[in-house]
Nanobody, 123 residues
Framework: QVQLVESGGGLVQAGGSLRLSCAASGRAFTSYAIGWFRQAPGKEREFVAAISGNGGDTFDTASVKGRFTISRDNAKNTVYLQMNSLKPEDTAVYYC????????????????WGQGTQVTVSS
């Protein structure tokens, strides 16, 4: 089992940057791919980015490509989401989640979820 805690959210102006962290506790952290998802008000939760257990493979959605970078430090049991050139449409609650199997862009592949952190981008 894995417990996940997100941090690093906040209020930022358009064009600014934030770095989200997802700290994991529990065993076998490298056995899990970690994904970031977000949910804006009135919208369904959507995939943002994911990284494999050893950090060798990353995936992201088209809307954040070139602006967001996912990385992980397995020595610290932490995954990061560096968000640059933020836009008002990036405003959402951001969740990290852990997956052992399945398609990394699919929420159904993730068994463990954090509580979320709010990101607000002002125009």
């Amino acid at each position: 089992q894995v417990q996940l805690v997100e941090s690093g959210g906040g209020l930022v102006q358009a064009g600014g940057s934030l770095r989200l962290s997802c700290a994991a506790s529990g065993r076998a952290f490298t056995s899990y791919a970690i994904g970031w998802f977000r949910q804006a008000p009135g919208k369904e939760r959507e995939f943002v980015a994911a990284i494999s257990g050893n950090g060798g493979d990353t995936f992201d959605t088209a809307s954040v490509k070139g602006r967001f970078t996912i990385s992980r430090d397995n020595a610290k049991n932490t995954v990061y989401l560096q968000m640059n050139s933020l836009k008002p449409e990036d405003t959402a609650v951001y969740y990290c989640a852990a997956s052992e199997y399945g398609r990394k862009w699919s929420q159904q592949s993730y068994s463990y979820w954090g509580q979320g952190t709010q990101v607000t981008v002002s125009s």
